[in-house]
């Protein structure tokens, strides 16, 4: 090989090692031009994402917060719900549906109760009242009066009677009193026995009386008019009536 060829070779085998490393070169800044701008974007996007991350946390708190708040007054409205204002409401409103109405139920009921647990005096316009003389006991006469009304009555205490024109109404037996008052239905009957006179002929003041007055207790303001046998009957100071009995044996067993 001639010393020519020699030195072409050599400069071409220069210039080709100069080309590749100015080439290499080349690549070597790209690359660090591109690390460098991968590096700017990655500090760019770490921003962004850092920004984004507490976004979502910013927003994670607030909404969280919000949550929490709104959980919080949801709490303390049921709490007030139960207990509180809304439930005194809810108490207020139970009354008003049917706890008013009820105690004005109740007050009806207690109302129609009364109304019919306590019958009325007897009266002289819704009886009937006989006087008859009997045998037995001597110098005894038998009071009844029958109901002839249509709803039940009271006989109370004891007749007071007035025979003739006297001027006073006979003591009663006290050991006649009943254990309860006598209560007359419709149709039913009462009695009281009347002691005329002694009957060993002890008494005193004796008179024969023909018309006689029953009046259905001390405080009674109208009385009954029954008739008395014709000769009229023998009364004298001796005399005392029964309280109203609901047989005729108790109102004679004197």
Known sequence: MSARTR???????SALAAVTLSLTACDDG????????????ASTATPTAAATSSSGASEGTTDGTADGSAGGAADSSGATGSGGSSGSKGSAGSTGAGGTKGSAGAKGSSGSTGSGSTPARCSVTSTRTTATQVSRPLNHLLLTVTNTG?????????????????????????????????????????????LLSAGDG???HGYTAKSLEVYFDTGATAAAHPSLP?????????????????????????
Do not use: I, N
Request: proline residues 5%; aromatic residues 10%.
């Open 7 to 13: 030195r072409s070779r050599l400069m071409f085998a």
């Open 30 to 41: 790209q690359d660090v031009r591109d690390e460098g701008a991968s590096s700017r974007t």
């Open 150 to 194: 249509s709803k039940s009555c009271d006989l109370l205490y004891y007749p007071a009677v007035r025979f003739g024109e006297a001027q006073s109404v006979p003591p009663v037996f006290e050991d006649s009193k009943p254990q309860a008052v006598v209560t007359l239905a419709p149709g039913e009957s009462g009695y009281a026995g009347v």
């Open 202 to 204: 002890s008494g005193s």
């Open 230 to 254: 014709a000769k009229g009957v023998y009364v004298d100071d001796s005399v005392q009536v029964t309280y109203w009995q609901s047989t005729m044996a108790d109102a004679l067993d004197r």
